[in-house]
């Protein structure tokens, strides 16, 4: 059973259109990290949220944690080819397990 | 700092063998936790370790396993291998083990298990 869904699975847009990626569970977490995975490379982190309602931002990206803390949400602006990658989110409950990851978004910017 | 390496990169077997991995945390980190990625079920947990201790599994068959040293360092061990589990196999490393310091991990490159 997959805890955390995320939609969609598969997004391919134009260099500077803006994005949004979803992240969403019935289960509520203590905390909820952000990664993103080039090919052949492992994961690296973008960010974590611990507050429900929580905003982030790193340069174009904004993240958000639901306010249950249940869901989250990426939002890139002006995307670039650079962002080009797998979108992963992972939660830890609250509980202190290990993390769980949904199953990511594939996104491709095209010039 | 130098970031986590897993040994080898790429590794190629087939049916029935047994194959072990490395995985070097990052200095200090005392934390290990190993995850299988494949496209189907996306990044699943296997196990992880603290101080060479295993604290946390998840939902694998007994012919996984692992461990840790007292360097930090940690292996995983796979018997008997099956086609599915040809995966991409990741190593991530924490300061401390899952539930503290909300559990940021720093992910290796990976090591690439093809079974045939």
């Known amino acids: 059973t997959q805890l955390l869904e995320q939609s969609p699975q598969f997004l391919s847009i134009q260099e500077g259109e803006n994005l949004t990626v979803y992240c969403n569970s019935s289960?509520?977490?203590?905390?909820l990290q952000w990664y993103r995975q080039e090919p052949g490379e492992g994961p690296v982190l973008l960010v974590t949220v611990v507050t429900g309602g929580e905003v982030k931002k790193l340069k174009r990206l904004t993240f958000q944690f639901g306010d249950a803390r249940k869901d989250s949400s990426l939002h890139i602006t002006a995307a670039q080819p650079g962002d080009t990658g797998l979108y992963l989110c992972a939660g830890a409950l609250d509980s202190g397990y290990a993390l769980n990851f949904g199953k990511g978004t594939s996104l491709l910017v095209t010039p | 700092k130098a970031g986590v390496t897993q040994t080898p990169r790429y590794l190629i077997k087939t049916r029935g063998q047994q194959v072990t991995l490395s995985c070097s945390p990052i200095s200090g980190h005392r934390s290990v936790s190993w995850y299988q990625q494949t496209p189907g079920q996306g990044l699943q947990f296997l196990f992880e370790y603290f101080s060479e201790t295993q604290r946390n599994k998840g939902n694998f068959p007994g012919r996984f396993s692992g461990r840790q040293f007292s360097n930090s360092r940690s292996e995983m061990n796979v018997s008997t291998l099956e086609l599915g589990d040809s995966a991409l196999y990741l190593c991530?490393?924490?300061?401390?083990?899952?539930?503290?310091?909300?559990?940021?991990?720093?992910f290796g490159p990976g090591t690439r298990l093809t079974v045939l």
């Open positions: 289960s509520v977490f203590s905390s």
């Open positions: 991530a490393s924490s300061l401390e083990p899952s539930g503290k310091n909300y559990n940021e991990q720093f």
